[in-house]
C-alpha cells in the first residue's frame, strides 16, 4: 500500500523547511527575465533539488532495486523531477549489480484552479491503468498537499490489481487540509505555500523557472484566468 497516514520515517519526510524560513534573495540567483517583479523569493534553489533526487534514487533503488519497475509520471508539474529521478535510477543500475528495467508512462491530473484546489480531481489523460495489473508501480507527483488528489488516483490504480505501488513525491506541503497522507519517498516538507517553477506552474506559467519559488500576489493577478 502507498503511502501512510502513520507517522513516516525520516527519509518519507524529507528535507524539513520550516515556517519561519525567510527564503533566499532573488538578487542572488538567475531567473527568466520575464518573471521579474511575480516572484516573492526562492524557497529551494535548483542546485539542492537536484542533490536531493539523487539521493532519492538511491533510497528507491535500495527498496525496490531488483524488480522490474513502472513509473507513472503525473503531468505536468511532475515531468522534470521524474526525468532527473529516473536518469538517476539508471545511473545507480548501470553502475551496480543491481539491474533494472524501467518503463515510464504518464498520466495528467487536474486538481488546481489558480491557487485553489478544486474538490474533485479530474484525470484527463493517459494510458488505460489496466495495463499497470501485476506491475511494480512507482508514482512520480510533483506535489501533495490534502492528500486527496492521490489518494484518488492510487484507489483508481489499485483496483487493477498492481503487484505494488510507491509514491515518490518531490513536495509535500504542511497544510491544516492534509488528511495525513505521506508519499514512501518525498523530497522536501514545505510550509503551505503555494510555489512555483521546476515545472510546477501558476496557470501554466513559470514551469521555465529552474528554482523553487513563491510567487507574489502581483504574479497571481497577472497570470489568473
Not at 147 to 160: N, P, V
Not at 188 to 203: K, R, S
Not at 208 to 217: A, F, G, K, P, Y
Request: glycine share 8%; proline share 4%; aromatic share 10%.
Amino acid at each position: 500500500m502507498a503511502g501512510s497516514s502513520e507517522e513516516a520515517p525520516d527519509f518519507g519526510r524529507g528535507v524539513v523547511i520550516m515556517d519561519d524560513w525567510p527564503g533566499y534573495d532573488l538578487n542572488l540567483f538567475t531567473y527568466p527575465q520575464h518573471y521579474y517583479g511575480d516572484l516573492e523569493y526562492v524557497l529551494i534553489p535548483h542546485g539542492i533539488i537536484v542533490d536531493r533526487i539523487e539521493r532519492l534514487a538511491k533510497d528507491i533503488m535500495k527498496d525496490i532495486g531488483y524488480s522490474d519497475i513502472m513509473v507513472l509520471c503525473v503531468l505536468k508539474g511532475g515531468y522534470k523531477f521524474c526525468a532527473d529521478l529516473v536518469e538517476h535510477l539508471k545511473n545507480i543500475s548501470r553502475n551496480s549489480d543491481r539491474c533494472i528495467s524501467m518503463k515510464v508512462d504518464f498520466i495528467r491530473l487536474k486538481s488546481y484552479r489558480n491557487d485553489q484546489s478544486m474538490e474533485e480531481m479530474q484525470i484527463i489523460g493517459g494510458d488505460d491503468l489496466s495495463t499497470l495489473a501485476g506491475k511494480n508501480v512507482l508514482i512520480v507527483e510533483d506535489v501533495v498537499g490534502t492528500g486527496r488528489t492521490m489518494r484518488a488516483l492510487l484507489s483508481s490504480i489499485e483496483k487493477y490489481k498492481p503487484n505494488m505501488i510507491k509514491v515518490a513525491s518531490l513536495l509535500v506541503k504542511r497544510t491544516p487540509r492534509s488528511d495525513g497522507f505521506r508519499p514512501d519517498y518525498a523530497g522536501f516538507e514545505i510550509p503551505n505555500l503555494f510555489v512555483v517553477g521546476y515545472a510546477l506552474d501558476y496557470n501554466e506559467y513559470f514551469r521555465d523557472l529552474n528554482h523553487i519559488c513563491v510567487i507574489n500576489e502581483h504574479g497571481k493577478e497577472k497570470y489568473r484566468v
